[in-house]
């Protein structure tokens, strides 16, 4: 049965096409048939992505819903979303030939902008939805809800809503909590906000956000999916956010540690533990 494997790859990054054409001879050598059309990738095992996490989120939105997990290669800078480095290539193909590679699934978004009590919009994410002010001279107002209860109404620049596997991302950057990939819930997180109650929220998976744009018909506002695919808000619509049930599969050389890519992406000083290695974790009964 002939195997195939979707190669995808940012336009333009430095060192894409090279590290492309590398990969897919190697996938050629190894017996394997390269597939480069997303839209083409009913049959396909799974994807090798070479580039940094934009470009993966890219590839999670073009494969969604064909269940095909996303092997990233990184090409950028932090990559939080691949395991190997640059120069994993040849390794990602070897894992890929020899169907040794691991899997796991992340928790994905629905979201979901309504005006006028109509919905106007419905998309999907795996990072996060962001509500920013459309006019960069103005503050964008918002109410805030969480479960059809509103909890707070604040002047800020922007709130970001992200997933767990999100929570490293945007929502980082502001000043939100780092939450483990395997915990089940999103984060709520204002940016610059106005106001005495702007903490980050943490929620579980029946939960719900709700952003109002509020303010006159100057104040309109931007919802934006990881990072890129913008729609506009006016004044009185609503973002409302949720857990969806789909999910995506990320492929790693060895089951992920979250904790040990934490540490490598930020890195992050671990010198002067004393003693043994911490006996409680998930090896531990």
Not at 103 to 116: I, S
Not at 160 to 189: E, K, N, R
Not at 223 to 231: E, F, P, Q
Not at 240 to 269: C, N, W
């Amino acid at each position: 049965m002939t195997r195939r494997v979707l190669v995808f790859s940012h336009p333009s990054r430095r060192g894409s096409s090279a590290a492309r054409d590398a990969a897919e001879a190697l996938l050629v050598d190894a017996g394997l048939t390269v597939v480069t059309d997303p839209d083409s990738s009913d049959d396909v095992e799974v994807a090798l992505v070479l580039g940094g996490d934009g470009t993966m989120l890219n590839a999670a939105h073009a494969v969604r819903t064909r269940d095909i997990p996303l092997f990233g290669v990184n090409l950028g800078r932090v990559g939080f979303l691949t395991e190997l480095d640059r120069d994993g290539v040849s390794e990602a193909v070897t894992c890929i030939a020899e169907q040794s590679y691991h899997v796991e699934e992340r928790a994905t978004l629905e979201w979901a902008v309504t005006t006028n009590g109509d919905e106007t919009h419905r998309g999907w994410a795996l990072n996060d939805v962001t509500v920013e002010r459309q006019n960069p001279r103005r503050i964008l107002e918002v109410g805030i809800a969480v479960d059809s209860t509103v909890l707070s109404t604040l002047g800020c620049d922007a709130v970001v809503m992200s997933s767990a596997t999100g929570s490293t991302a945007h929502a980082f950057s502001a000043g939100g909590p780092v939450v483990w990939p395997d915990v089940a819930g999103m984060v709520l997180v204002p940016i610059a906000a106005h106001a005495l109650f702007s903490r980050p929220l943490v929620v579980g998976t029946r939960s719900a956000f709700a952003v109002q744009v509020l303010g006159d018909e100057e104040g309109g506002a931007l919802a934006v999916a990881d990072g890129a695919r913008t729609v506009v808000v006016a004044p009185g619509g609503t973002v409302e956010v949720r857990m969806s049930d789909e999910v995506v599969r990320l492929a790693s050389v060895e089951p992920a540690s979250f904790t040990e890519r934490l540490i490598t992406k930020f890195q992050l000083p671990t010198e002067g533990w004393r003693g043994e290695r911490a006996r409680w974790g998930k090896e531990a009964p």
